[in-house]
Nanobody, 115 residues
């Protein structure tokens, strides 16, 4: 099972951009990778996912603003976040999943959108 480490979070003004990275300890080529977020007092929700074949899926709230991508050679998944809104504020988590094996989660990175 891979171990995941997120980075790239921080404080950004509304309308700004951030790029999150999720670095894995091993090959991610056969995993579906996902970004999730959890705001205080709320459940953890899917933001975007990308399959091993690079098919992508996005939450309605981020479609057109966020882009998920993967670089299997670097064992890294990215989340490019543009036109950020205060409601995007949350802890963002990376997840690696594959059939019949436990999921792997990162420790999370805080994203705060505020003026």
């Amino acid at each position: 099972q891979v171990q995941l480490v997120e980075s790239g979070g921080g404080l950004v003004q509304p309308g700004g951009s951030l790029r999150l990275s999720c670095a894995a300890s091993g090959s991610i080529s056969i995993y579906t990778m996902g970004w999730y977020r959890q705001a205080p007092g709320k459940q953890r929700d899917l933001v975007a996912s990308i399959t091993s074949g690079s098919s992508t899926n996005y939450a309605d709230s981020v479609t057109g603003r966020f882009t998920i991508s993967r670089d299997n050679a670097k064992n890294t998944v990215y989340l490019q976040m543009n036109s950020l809104k205060p409601e995007d504020t949350a802890v963002y988590y990376c997840r690696a999943s594959r059939p019949w094996l436990p999921d792997a989660w990162g420790q999370g990175t805080q994203v705060t959108v505020s003026s």
